[in-house]
């Protein structure tokens, strides 16, 4: 058994949350300014009802420069809580870039 030391530790993986909308479904990542709100989905919807509008990082794939696929921030967007019919976490099987 290995026990892992805190120099070793990874920081956590950028979660991404996919928001379904009437029209349409887009992939996104919390701001660094709303990280606080973590990986609960429910959270996140509670938010975006409370504040009327919220700003996320969306993402989109790209190929990278090793030629593998990943997931990577493509623009800061505003969503309304107006038309946002649910809030999911979305899992991907790419490497999912983290905001700088």
């Known amino acids: 058994?290995?026990?892992?030391s805190p120099a070793l530790?990874?920081?956590?993986?950028?979660?991404?949350?996919?928001?379904v909308t009437e029209r349409d479904e887009?992939?996104?990542a919390?701001?660094?300014?709303?990280a606080a709100l973590g990986s609960d989905a429910a959270a996140i919807s509670t938010a975006l009802r409370e504040?009327?509008?919220l700003t996320v990082w969306r993402y989109a794939v790209r190929?990278?420069?090793d030629g593998e696929l990943e997931q990577a921030p493509l623009a800061k967007i505003s969503v309304q809580a107006q038309g946002v019919l649910r809030i999911e976490p979305y899992g991907t099987p790419?490497?999912?870039?983290a905001v700088e």
């Open 51 to 53: 504040r009327g509008v």
């Open 9 to 19: 530790a990874v920081e956590p993986a950028t979660k991404l949350f996919t928001i």
């Open 63 to 65: 190929k990278a420069k």
């Open 30 to 34: 919390l701001t660094k300014e709303d």
């Open 94 to 97: 790419l490497r999912v870039v």
């Open 26 to 28: 887009t992939v996104v």
């Open 1 to 4: 058994m290995v026990a892992a």
